[in-house]
């Protein structure tokens, strides 16, 4: 069992910067493909960025150049470093990992807005 923790959401600006972490428990984090989904109003959850336990990387195409997916095996920690925000990236961002089988943090409310 992994339980996964979100933190770092906020109200920000459009053109402005937000980091989200997200904590897990257990002894194999470094094991585990780590993702962050999003999940904006009255759409279908969605992969924002993935990052592989040898650290390969991947990202939905509307945030390419502008997210970063990073892990901290060390600290059990991976974030998403979100630089040059838009309103269309207002969302609930969830924290996944995944290694046969997915658990699911409680997400964090990303809003984007002037």
């Known amino acids: 069992q992994v339980q996964l923790v979100e933190s770092g959401g906020g109200l920000v600006q459009p053109g402005g910067s937000l980091r989200l972490s997200c904590a897990a428990s257990?002894?194999?984090?470094?094991?585990?493909?780590m993702a962050w989904y999003r999940q904006a109003p009255g759409k279908q959850r969605e992969l924002v960025a993935a990052?592989?336990?040898?650290?390969?990387?991947n990202y939905t195409d509307s945030v390419k150049g502008r997210f970063t997916i990073s892990r901290d095996n060390r600290k059990n920690t991976v974030y998403l470093q979100m630089n040059s925000l838009k309103c269309e990236d207002t969302a609930v961002y969830y924290c996944?990992?995944?290694?046969?089988?997915?658990?699911w943090g409680q997400g964090t409310q990303v809003t984007v807005s002037s």
């Open positions: 257990g002894s194999i984090f470094r094991l585990y493909t």
């Open positions: 990052i592989t336990n040898v650290g390969s990387t």
């Open positions: 996944n990992a995944a290694l046969g089988v997915r658990y």
